[in-house]
């Protein structure tokens, strides 16, 4: 069975940049989906989808991040990752790797796989 | 942006009555709608995928019906494990979205 794993520090400094890895294990990365993504949640708020990536070509950001955020694969370790800079407060969050599947019309989007999240607290 | 609104932010139900919860988007979406269950300190857990798919080993007392950008889900008689925040998201078009969330409560 797939499971995903977040793994990254708890606590970041203002200003500084978040690295995030997602480690996939029950089934290889690069044939399980051709996409996965990253989601948080801000404490006591809702979900925020961040971006996802595509095997077939570039990863999709949120317009709200998009100058912030990278998120790249390594397959050879069977991991994807999130890179977001210039951290502020409003950055802390719960951060969840997860995978969207696709659904009868072949379009994806809909996460049914996700790892347990990581608390990221930005401040000094 | 496609802007998901839920409604009612609270909905109140005694277990054992029938909860409805709305989903409206900003624009049509086909039918490129999840909705998701999310209790506290867990992961969301998806409930349903294509407007109206359940998704595996999710109880059939859950429903979900609509299209274009209208939709609902129902649970038909609340069970005392139902009680958490239900999220909708589109995936019809970039940025995938979500509802700001309904949270079920015990009455």
């Known amino acids: 069975q797939l499971q995903l794993q977040e793994s990254g520090p708890g606590l970041v400094k203002p200003s500084e940049t978040l690295s995030l890895t997602c480690s996939v294990s029950g089934g290889s990365i690069s044939s399980s989906s051709e996409y996965w993504g990253w989601v948080r949640q801000p404490p006591g708020k809702g979900l925020e989808w961040i971006g996802s990536l595509y095997f077939g070509g570039s990863p999709y950001y949120n317009p709200s991040l998009r100058s912030r955020v990278t998120i790249s694969v390594d397959s050879s370790k069977n991991q994807f990752s999130l890179k977001l800079t210039s951290l502020t407060a409003a950055d802390t969050a719960v951060y969840y790797c997860?995978?969207?599947?696709?659904?009868?019309?072949?379009?994806?989007?809909?996460?049914?796989?996700w790892g347990r999240g990581t608390l990221v607290t930005v401040s000094s | 942006e496609i802007v998901m609104t839920q409604s009612p932010a609270t909905l109140s139900v005694s277990p054992g009555e029938r909860a409805t919860l709305s989903c409206r988007a900003s624009?049509?979406?086909?039918?490129?709608l999840a909705w998701y269950q999310q209790k506290p300190g867990r992961a969301p857990r998806l409930l349903f995928y294509?407007?109206?798919t359940r998704a595996t080993g999710i109880p059939a007392r859950f429903s979900a019906s609509g299209s274009g950008t209208e939709f609902t889900l129902t649970i038909g008689s609340l069970q005392s494990e139902d009680f958490a925040v239900y999220y909708c998201q589109q995936y019809h078009a970039w940025p995938w979205t979500f509802g700001q969330g309904t949270k079920v409560e015990n009455k």
């Open positions: 997860a995978r969207p599947q696709p659904d009868n019309s072949g379009y994806y989007g809909a996460f049914d796989i």
């Open positions: 294509g407007a109206s």
């Open positions: 624009q049509p979406l086909n039918s490129h």
